[in-house]
């Protein structure tokens, strides 16, 4: 879709855990449509020997690789019309760079594009090198949001008590917050064809882009299961978090848009769960003498949970722990010996994984706010038959599907409110 000669283009960026996105979004007359998009999985996850076998850590170079090969699909013709560029990515972790070091600028097939320099691995939100003894002892945030592991405050926290120093925290590193859709700088360069002197917004969190891009009704919440899983709600018009965190509670209330906030049971256990599962069952088979790919595994495992429609197997699927109760570890109950075949199993873990977001964020609560319907989206819903079945069973309202969620799309969005 090429848009008239008025239209406005925008490109929407998504720094994600798993894959980088980029949307083209065309601003009409009409409202705004994706034009185009592309996205790359970024196979970024790397070790490293200070973070240990708790650190969770990503290569910065292969993400901005991936977002340059994205960027180098997208149509020429479309790029050059670009005017904005919204940014957002996974939240909470933390990457370092030397001043004026940080990238260099080289030729690529279509031009100049710049590559990582001096730049540190992505601490990722996933890290858990904090334990909750060392959060415990860090100063109380002046916040109604809690610290956790994998927060980039706490992993410098966590740098500056490995290497002894006595220093206060390095406030200077911290960036400026201004207003979403509100302009960082300009590119200085022309960059896969778009051109030099682009406006450039501020970074924005993927997981309110990803709201924006879907959430049209107050009444309306939002299952979102990929990596993780989120349920969300948008909190009334003039709501105020409590001044002070309360590390217990499984509600985070998120700054959103225009002022509001989102009530968000944002959960560590979602597709990574299943994801765990499947790798278990082909170190078995592996371990037995045999070779099975694991996405034949996960197709399989899917066929047989959809011909065990009931279990009384219960899973309680917390093998990341949860920011609020980081101790608390998967286990699993009423083991019969007639429920132990892999579609019982199955079918179980994924009820687990619904009941658990419903049990920090209950289907009460969700009466009381006057939520008429509930938005499912997330690859791992939107591939999982049996996960989609669990949502309809337990939620007492209509489902839809298939208006995914998408924080590029999100961003874009964001910088046409902007303007």
Same mark, same amino acid.
């Not at 925008?10 to 798993?18: A, F, N």
């Not at 199955?346 to 609560?365: H, K, Y």
């Given at each position: ?250 509600? +985070?209330?998120? *700054? ?7 009530? %968000?049971?944002?959960? #560590?256990?979602? @597709?990574?769960? $299943? !994801? ?82 419903? +049990?920090?964020? *209950? ?7 006057? %939520?008429?319907?509930? #938005?499912?989206? @997330?690859?791992? $819903? !939107? ?37």
């Amino acid at each position: 879709m090429e848009g008239g000669p008025d239209s406005v283009c925008v490109l929407g960026i998504d720094l994600g855990t798993t894959s980088v996105k980029a949307a083209l979004v065309v601003g009409t007359e009409q409202g705004q449509v994706v034009a185009e998009s592309c996205s790359r999985e970024t196979q970024a996850y790397t070790s490293s020997v200070e973070a240990g076998l708790q650190g969770m850590e990503q290569d910065s170079r292969r993400i901005i690789r991936a977002l340059n090969e994205c960027l180098a699909a997208l149509p020429q013709q479309q790029l050059q019309r670009v005017s904005h560029i919204g940014i957002a990515g996974q939240m909470h972790g933390i990457v370092f760079w030397k001043r004026d070091q940080g990238c260099k600028w080289t030729e690529g097939g279509t031009g100049p594009i710049f590559e990582p320099e001096e730049v540190s691995h992505l601490v990722t939100w996933q890290d858990g090198r904090c334990s909750p003894a060392f959060l415990s002892s860090l100063p109380l945030p002046q916040s109604h949001i809690s610290l956790a592991t994998g927060f980039g405050c706490a992993t410098i926290y966590w740098y500056l008590k490995k290497r002894l120093k006595k220093s206060g925290f390095p406030v200077h590193l911290l960036p400026e917050v201004g207003d979403p859709g509100s302009i960082a700088g300009r590119t200085i360069s022309a960059w896969h064809g778009i051109p030099k002197g682009t406006k450039v917004g501020i970074a924005l969190g993927d997981f309110q882009c990803s709201v924006y891009s879907c959430l049209t009704e107050r009444t309306d919440a939002i299952l979102n299961i990929s990596t993780s899983a989120q349920l969300t709600i948008s909190m009334p018009s003039g709501f105020q978090p409590p001044e002070t965190p309360d590390p217990s509670s499984a509600v +985070s209330y998120f *700054p959103y848009f225009d002022g509001d906030y989102l009530a %968000v049971a944002a959960s #560590l256990n979602g @597709g990574n769960v $299943l !994801a765990t599962f499947v790798n278990m069952v082909a170190r078995w088979t592996e371990e037995l003498g045999f070779q099975i790919q694991e996405s034949a595994i996960y197709a399989k495992i899917i066929k047989a949970a959809l011909d065990q429609n009931d279990s009384h197997l219960s899973v309680h699927p917390t093998i990341f722990g949860e920011r609020h109760t980081p101790e608390q570890l998967a286990s699993v109950t009423s083991i019969a010996a007639s429920e132990l075949s892999l579609g019982h199993v199955t079918r179980a873990v994924c009820r687990g994984l619904i009941e658990n977001l419903c +049990s920090m964020l *209950p289907v009460q609560r969700l009466l009381e706010t006057g %939520v008429r319907r509930v #938005l499912g989206s @997330g690859s791992a $819903l !939107a591939r999982n038959e049996v996960l989609r079945q669990e949502v309809e069973r337990i939620f007492p309202f209509p489902v839809v599907y298939g208006k995914d969620v998408d924080a590029a799309v999100g961003a874009a969005m964001v910088m046409f409110q902007g303007k």
